[in-house]
């Protein structure tokens, strides 16, 4: 038996090896609260492999997409499908140009820095002359393009606001919009060795610190903090923080000098939220019949969080609903009214709870990673907007001020993750799927983004390959060594890719004459430079991980608010812009799908990440399997609700609207709010030939539209729904 010590995503395990085959996977000894997630790769790292390069039937007949979904495949060897692959992207450059190939391959891919399978594609396209990319991501897309307008750069904001440590002992009050999910804190981007949230929210609960869950769910804060739960419409806490500033303001409780000397642009919000410019003032009655909550409700809160220490933290989730520009904005201005930014354990945070590097007392480190090249191409779209790409080829589009054009897209090369999970309405996909002449995708199992594609190369996975992983907001470095041999003829990307420049000639300039050995040690030792104290490669590489040291703890924006002048933000005045001439301010705008339009069968949906797997990886395994109902994803309705339809606990359901269905397996419950339905994403889409996911993928019924024009962001995380038996 060998046992490999390895990252991932979701944490720090131990992989045991007999006889070439995975057989178990535990956490490292060091992990407070380790995840279940890392046991899917058990049975997940075989099940539905790849074994073969393969090639669609229909493609190799010349059907033009046709079959894409429904096709079988022919099994080649590698040295018919790498030339095949050479000619086709030199035939695209040649006759429509670089910008034809879509290279956006969003995903999360392994927790390696060197075999990152998006950087290798798209270091490999900028050698054959550039691609069209993506830009933003779907997790929270509105909050990446509203925030530079209002409070600069954002980072640190989104992914390490202030530290856990200064919230105990320093926090009366955590406002949790969105609540504050622990299920999501399982995963970092880039690994983790120690899962922390669950343990720093209960130091804080010790210390006095009182929290308020406002969310559709009741779980989505532990029990352990006896939070208060403000049952909310979903999509409608623009409201809710509209109806508290009014509050706040008309009590004359909000800080006159904060917002005067680190804010621009406070009085046109005053008047807004106060009614003199709509007529409509948004009082606390008023955001009681927009969001559910009783008034009485809003103004105690309003109240106790301007005699408080408050945090106010909003989950990423918000950004994911139409018009999801709007709760981050507002939420800075709620935070602002109160004057707390800059101070210990109080001001504003998005995303704690949301993985576990947010608010883990870790400064963000400088790690190597493998170079890029510039894109000669120069042009992406918003990450969402795929479909509408594939559709309307010189199409216009508004994103954050500007008029761009869609390129007309005639070769999609995708690696690293699967567009039919993270993409919205996916009947809606499938179709805008068959316009590319051709789709290449690099892929480790028979997922439908592969299954949708006409070449298929079968990537290696991380316990396949070597490699270095860390995440620049945690706290390890770790040497992810090769546990096991490649499944079937199963390659690495840089393998893969290295073979494809070869075949294009630019095979030098795409490896640099480097092996993987001698890119893993420049990765490491560019780390090592940014950060001192390390030892050198081959010490690291024979124990196998390095521990950084743990820094004082961080409160976001201290040096703003000790000197805006010495210290301004990012912003073009250099201070919290509540509103601007360019940009308005924020306001509450309904959805085109919600409670507050539904017909009396009309159930509002939440799509949420799933606790057994990150997104939609290893969905074969153990962990994700043992959680489905008859084969289904579960779906939470609330008990009123599944009586009043005569449903039971644990029977299979149809939800449906008009984009398409997906079936599920019900769990009754009172921790879902009345008219809401709770489901995780990331079940493999399987659709029937009416397009109905046989599976439980919410994406069969999610709108494809942007927040808005400022972001393009998805706003797939809520949609009206009926349901029924099948």
């Not at 090896?17 to 057989?23: E, H, I, K, T, Y």
């Not at 804190?185 to 009182?210: F, P, V, Y």
């Not at 054009?405 to 009947?427: A, C, K, M, S, T």
């Amino acid at each position: 038996m060998n046992i490999t010590r390895s990252l991932t995503h979701w944490g720090l395990y131990d992989f045991h090896v007999d006889d070439d085959r995975l057989v178990d996977v535990t956490p490292a000894d060091c992990d407070p609260d380790p995840s279940d997630i890392g046991r899917n790769l058990i049975e997940g790292t075989y099940k539905k492999r790849v074994l073969t390069p393969a090639v669609r039937r229909g493609y190799l007949n010349g059907d033009q997409g046709k079959g894409r979904g429904t096709d079988d495949f022919v099994d080649m060897s590698w040295d018919e499908v790498i030339p095949m692959v050479a000619d086709e992207l030199m035939r695209v450059r040649s006759e429509h140009g670089n910008a034809a190939i879509y290279g956006g391959s969003y995903g999360w891919a392994s927790a390696g820095r060197f075999h990152h399978a998006q950087s290798q594609l798209h270091r490999f396209l900028s050698c054959i002359g550039g691609y069209t990319g993506s830009r933003n991501a779907y997790s929270f897309a509105a909050a990446e393009v509203i925030l530079p307008h209002v409070i600069g750069n954002y980072e640190n904001l989104l992914k390490a606001p202030s530290s856990w440590q200064t919230i105990a002992g320093n926090t009366g009050l955590m406002v949790c919009f969105g609540g504050m999910p622990i299920r999501n804190s399982q995963i970092t981007n880039g690994g983790m060795a120690k899962h922390i949230q669950r343990d720093a929210m209960q130091q804080a609960k010790t210390s006095g610190t009182r929290f308020i869950n406002i969310s559709p769910h009741k779980g989505d804060v532990i029990d352990e903090l006896e939070a208060d739960w403000y049952a909310i419409r979903p999509g409608t806490d623009t409201a809710l923080m509209l109806g508290l500033a009014h509050e706040i303001i008309s009590e004359d409780l909000h800080d006159k000098d904060f917002l005067e000397n680190y804010c621009t642009g406070f009085d046109e919000v005053r008047r807004y939220i106060l009614g003199e410019t709509d007529g409509v003032a948004k009082t606390p009655a008023w955001a009681s019949g927009i969001t559910g909550i009783k008034d009485s409700d809003i103004r105690d809160l309003a109240r106790d969080m301007a005699g408080s220490r408050t945090m106010i933290s909003i989950s990423w989730s918000l950004t994911r609903h139409q018009f999801g520009e709007q709760p981050y904005w507002m939420g800075i201005v709620l935070a602002a009214l109160l004057g707390q930014i800059g101070q210990p354990g109080t001001g504003i945070g998005l995303g704690y709870g949301v993985e576990n590097k947010v608010g883990k007392n870790v400064q963000k480190k400088r790690f190597g990673h493998l170079p890029q090249f510039p894109n000669p191409v120069g042009q992406s779209i918003p990450v969402s907007r795929i479909a509408d790409m594939l559709e309307n080829p010189g199409g216009t589009y508004r994103y954050d001020g500007k008029d761009y054009l869609y390129p007309d897209i005639r070769l999609i090369y995708w690696v690293g993750g699967n567009p039919f999970h993270h993409h919205q309405d996916l009947n809606r996909l499938r179709r805008a799927w068959q316009k590319p002449d051709t789709i290449i995708c690099n892929e480790i199992t028979w997922n439908a983004n592969a299954l949708h594609a006409d070449i298929v190369l079968p990537a290696a996975s991380f316990l396949e390959r070597n490699d270095i992983g860390g995440a620049p907001n945690e706290d390890v470095l770790v040497a992810m060594k090769k546990a096991i041999a490649p499944v079937g003829e199963s390659r690495s990307e840089f393998d893969i890719f290295t073979a494809i420049a070869e075949a294009m000639q630019v095979g030098d300039l795409f490896t640099e004459s480097k092996t993987e050995r001698q890119w893993l040690q420049e990765v490491y030792e560019t780390t090592a430079e940014n950060n001192p104290g390390m030892p050198d490669f081959e010490t690291f590489w024979r124990q196998g991980e390095h521990h950084f040291s743990e820094p004082p703890a961080q409160t976001l924006f201290d040096r703003f608010r000790a000197d805006p002048n010495e210290h301004p933000l990012t912003t073009p005045g250099g201070l919290i812009t509540l509103s601007s001439k360019d940009i308005g301010h924020p306001t509450w705008q309904a959805p085109d799908e919600w409670l507050g339009n539904a017909d009396n069968d009309e159930f509002q949906l939440i799509s949420h990440q799933p606790a057994t797997r990150l997104h939609s990886q290893h969905y074969r395994g153990e962990t994700s399997q043992a959680a489905l109902i008859d084969g289904c994803e579960p779906l939470q309705m609330n008990t009123r609700d599944a009586q009043k339809l005569g449903l039971a606990d644990g029977e299979k359901v149809k939800v449906y609207n008009q984009r398409g269905a997906f079936l599920a397996g019900l769990r009754v419950t009172d921790q879902v709010m009345p008219g809401v339905l709770h489901i995780a994403t990331g079940a493999w889409w399987q659709p029937d030939a009416d397009g109905t996911c046989q599976a439980g993928n919410p994406n069969a019924v999610t709108p494809d539209i942007g927040t808005s024009e400022i972001a393009q962001g998805p706003s797939a995380l809520s949609c009206l729904v009926r349901v029924c038996r099948p």
